[in-house]
């Protein structure tokens, strides 16, 4: 059974930091770009950043740009979502995506076709 499981959400100041996880099972991670997503409360789930199988090419949203840092591990069948410079606009419920296609600025939802459960951030005084 494919599968991915994200950990790391959790409370955090602005300006601090978080990580996180997403572990793979059950298939190839490295046939596979990998997207996070991100669901803020009251509004629609937006692509947030997308790596390519081999982890060259990456894209991120113009929000996000110069704080997050998408990484990936293929031998360890996990990706990485390092957040810096947190702020209220990120809390969110974040979600991995695993997509055979890898699209740059593009994250057509109805290709990805694993995702995880999610993982909630709240950035938060």
């Known amino acids: 059974q494919m599968q991915l499981v994200e950990s790391g959400g959790g409370l955090v100041r602005p300006g601090g930091s978080l990580t996180l996880s997403c572990a793979a099972s059950?298939?190839?991670?490295?046939?596979?770009?990998i997207g996070w997503f991100r669901r803020a409360p009251g509004k629609e789930r937006e692509g947030v950043s997308c790596?390519?199988?081999?982890?060259?090419?990456?894209h991120y949203i113009e929000s996000v740009k110069g704080r997050f840092t998408i990484s990936r591990d293929n031998a360890k069948n996990m990706v990485w979502l390092q957040m810096n410079s947190l702020n209220a606009d990120d809390t969110a419920v974040y979600y991995c995506?695993?997509?055979?296609?890898?699209?740059?600025?593009?994250?057509?939802?109805?290709?990805?076709?694993?995702w995880g459960q999610g993982t909630q951030v709240t950035v938060s005084s």
């Open positions: 995506a695993a997509s055979p296609y890898y699209n740059g600025a593009y994250y057509p939802e109805d290709e990805f076709n694993v």
């Open positions: 059950g298939f190839t991670l490295d046939d596979y770009a």
């Open positions: 790596i390519s199988n081999s982890g060259m090419s990456t």
